[in-house]
């Protein structure tokens, strides 16, 4: 079965840092653009950033550029994403997201369940 | 920028319903359509205007009024379990973004 399983989420601090997982199994990780999309409380869907299958082309939204960084491991079948200079306003559901092609953005046809991030001090 | 209508819709078994998704520039077919319910991650319903998803029933289908800007959702036949958040998204260029979402209750 195909599955993608963030973890990671949890309290940050202002300003603060942390480091969001996601594994992929059931499918060739290596061969699919992934993306991360977050979901505030009560709110709609934002698209956060995407990496290339090989990794070597990055993509931020602008409210994320500087402060977070998208980056994988094939090896590990293994999104990540390193949330830098937190802000309370990042406060949300992060899902990793699987595209249909490896260079280009497609429809996300595989979820995760989300991993909470609550940024408060 | 994908601007939804309805935001809110209440709506009763068996009737057929509309969702309505401008962009404000054209994005050719790159449309998508996705179902999200209460503490669920969103599933994808409808890719490229109009293509179904293996698995998605029948009722639910995707249009496009040519003009690369409007697209459209449609359940003909709702179902109680079709009371959900319905978002469009648009993978023609980066930002990738997201309509805000429709609710039907």
């Known amino acids: 079965e195909m599955q993608l399983l963030e973890s990671g989420g949890g309290l940050g601090q202002p300003g603060g840092s942390l480091r969001l997982s996601c594994a992929a199994s059931?499918?060739?990780?290596?061969?699919?653009?992934m993306s991360w999309v977050r979901q505030a409380p009560g709110k709609g869907l934002e698209w956060v950033a995407g990496?290339?299958?090989?990794?070597?082309?990055?993509n931020y939204a602008d409210f994320v550029k500087g402060r977070f960084v998208v980056s994988r491991d094939n090896s590990k079948n293994t999104l990540y994403l390193q949330m830098n200079n937190l802000r309370t306003d990042d406060t949300a559901t992060f899902y990793c997201?699987?595209?249909?092609?490896?260079?280009?953005?497609?429809?996300?046809?595989?979820w995760g369940p989300g991993t909470l991030v609550t940024v408060s001090s | 920028l994908l601007t939804q209508s309805p935001d809110l819709q209440s709506v009763s078994p068996k009737q057929k319903v509309t969702i309505t998704c401008r962009a404000s520039?054209?994005?050719?077919?790159?449309v998508h359509w996705y179902q999200q319910k209460p503490d669920q991650s969103p599933k994808l319903l409808i890719n490229?205007?109009?293509?179904?998803i293996s698995g998605v029933p029948s009722r639910f289908s995707g249009s496009g009024g040519g003009s690369g800007r409007d697209f459209s959702l449609t359940i003909d036949g709702l179902e109680p379990e079709d009371a959900a958040t319905y978002y469009c998204?648009?993978?023609?260029?980066?930002?990738?973004?997201f309509g805000q979402g429709t609710r039907l209750e």
């Open positions: 520039l054209s994005i050719g077919n790159s």
């Open positions: 059931g499918f060739t990780f290596s061969n699919f653009l």
């Open positions: 990496i290339t299958a090989s990794g070597a082309v990055t």
């Open positions: 997201a699987r595209g249909q092609f490896s260079l280009s953005y497609s429809p996300f046809d595989l």
């Open positions: 490229y205007e109009s293509e179904s």
């Open positions: 998204h648009q993978s023609s260029s980066l930002p990738i973004t």
